[in-house]
């Protein structure tokens, strides 16, 4: 991985932990977004990990770096595989088509970035 890449995605989770606590304080709106998130992501029918995967796979299709920061590390955290993550990475692929390919290769940096860090 890209030293630029490594930074980057230092720098999402940072300014996300940072405008969290920001938003916490000050935002109604988010405060509500926030027990939305909590309640979307519970154990129900589908597993927190398995609904993280689909975040993975809506992520690679809307381009979303910082969701894809956030929702691979929760998919790890939750005891996903790198194989499950780099399926959900190609489903994707397949529904966002060509542009999407271009959020996998971001998503490969994020995954290799935890598991460098895991291993450390």
């Known amino acids: 991985m890209e030293n630029s890449d490594k930074e980057k995605i230092e720098q999402i989770i940072r300014l996300r932990k940072q405008a969290n ?16 998130e909590e309640s979307t992501y ?11 995967l689909i975040a993975v796979g809506i992520s690679i299709v809307m381009n979303c770096e910082s969701c894809l ?13 790198e ?13 966002g088509g060509g542009p999407a390919t271009v959020s996998a290769r971001f998503a490969m940096n994020v ?4 598991n460098e860090t895991i291993r450390q």
């Open 21 to 36: 606590v920001f938003y916490l304080n000050k935002s109604k709106v988010y405060q509500a977004f926030v027990k939305l």
């Open 83 to 95: 194989n499950e993550i780099i399926e959900a990475i190609d489903v994707g692929i397949e529904m």
């Open 42 to 52: 519970r154990n129900r029918a589908l597993s927190k990990v398995q609904k993280e």
């Open 111 to 114: 995954l290799e970035y935890y």
């Open 69 to 81: 920061e956030w929702h691979i590390k929760q998919a790890l955290d939750q005891g996903a595989t």
